[in-house]
């Protein structure tokens, strides 16, 4: 889609399906349904007021207006949706720093386990500026480059999208493609081919803002269930 972007599409769409390996649980399936979008011109700040109003326009045609309610919590969905940065997350929620996460190799647990869980009741909440380091797709701050331009949308503890102002230097873009690489070198993984098209490509990329949200999950929240099993045709069980 990026690619397409770099083509001259300002603004495009696709419903899609999205596979990853060894991923299974209530709220996880290898096999998913994705929309992904994308917005020429925009930043993050602007994906996040698009993802509200497009969730808000589901709840109204699903006659929800402005609250659902999941699992016996009221969800109020009145705009405006408020926003935490993962920094103030970390001091909220977890006994250690965002940098101290980092340093330890334990920022993906800590997230997973004492910060998620907590997010998103009430309010729908948006977690943004993501270290720079688990955000390999994503615009720095032009501000502070230890961080980037990333947020995920959280509803009852539910991971539902992930998004950010769209990197579009394709040098920068080739050193941490090339950085986790290494990384998978080092643990003993099979490194990716570097996306040579898609590099070239970028050079013609505008400014933009990207979203991926997770239609399964979405639906899971309108359909008050704690199980992705529940809102699909088959499971992997089933095929």
Not at 33 to 39: G, H
Not at 89 to 114: C, G, W
Not at 137 to 160: C, H, Q, T
């Given at each position: 889609?990026?690619?397409?972007?770099a083509?001259?599409?300002a603004?495009?769409?696709?419903?899609?399906?999205?596979?990853?390996?060894?991923?299974?649980?209530?709220?996880?399936?290898?096999?998913?349904?994705?929309?992904?979008?994308?917005?020429a011109?925009?930043?993050?700040?602007?994906?996040?007021?698009?993802?509200?109003?497009?969730?808000r326009?589901?709840?109204?045609?699903?006659?929800?207006?402005?609250?659902?309610?999941?699992?016996?919590?009221?969800?109020?969905?009145?705009?405006?949706?408020?926003?935490?940065s993962?920094?103030?997350?970390?001091?909220?929620?977890?006994?250690?720093?965002?940098?101290?996460?980092l340093?330890?190799?334990?920022?993906?647990?800590i997230?997973?386990?004492?910060?998620?869980?907590?997010?998103?009741?009430?309010?729908?909440?948006?977690?943004?500026?993501?270290?720079?380091?688990?955000?390999?797709?994503?615009k720095?701050?032009?501000e502070?480059?230890?961080?980037?331009?990333?947020?995920?949308?959280?509803?009852?503890?539910m991971?539902?999208?992930?998004?950010?102002?769209?990197?579009t230097?394709?040098?920068?873009?080739?050193?941490?493609?090339?950085?986790?690489q290494?990384?998978?070198?080092?643990?003993?993984?099979?490194?990716?081919?570097l996306?040579?098209?898609?590099?070239?490509?970028?050079?013609?990329?505008?400014?933009?803002?990207?979203?991926?949200?997770?239609?399964?999950?979405?639906?899971?929240?309108?359909?008050d269930?704690?199980?992705?099993?529940d809102?699909?045709?088959f499971?992997?069980?089933?095929?």
């Amino acid at each position: 889609m990026k690619r397409l972007m770099a083509a001259g599409y300002a603004r495009i769409f696709q419903i899609c399906r999205c596979f990853r390996q060894k991923e299974r649980g209530s709220k996880h399936l290898p096999e998913m349904t994705l929309l992904e979008w994308y917005t020429a011109g925009d930043n993050y700040l602007n994906m996040m007021k698009q993802c509200e109003e497009l969730i808000r326009f589901v709840a109204g045609r699903a006659g929800c207006e402005n609250f659902l309610v999941y699992q016996g919590n009221r969800i109020d969905l009145a705009s405006p949706w408020p926003r935490m940065s993962v920094r103030d997350a970390f001091e909220k929620y977890s006994s250690v720093s965002m940098e101290t996460a980092l340093i330890q190799d334990r920022f993906d647990p800590i997230m997973a386990f004492d910060i998620e869980p907590n997010l998103g009741y009430g309010k729908p909440v948006f977690l943004y500026d993501y270290p720079a380091s688990v955000a390999a797709l994503a615009k720095l701050k032009p501000e502070n480059f230890s961080l980037a331009e990333r947020f995920e949308l959280y509803i009852s503890g539910m991971e539902l999208c992930n998004a950010f102002s769209e990197l579009t230097d394709p040098v920068e873009q080739r050193k941490r493609f090339a950085s986790e690489q290494k990384k998978r070198r080092q643990s003993g993984l099979q490194p990716y081919p570097l996306p040579e098209k898609f590099l070239e490509a970028l050079q013609y990329m505008p400014e933009a803002s990207g979203n991926a949200l997770g239609v399964d999950r979405l639906v899971m929240i309108f359909a008050d269930t704690t199980r992705i099993d529940d809102v699909v045709a088959f499971t992997p069980e089933e095929l």
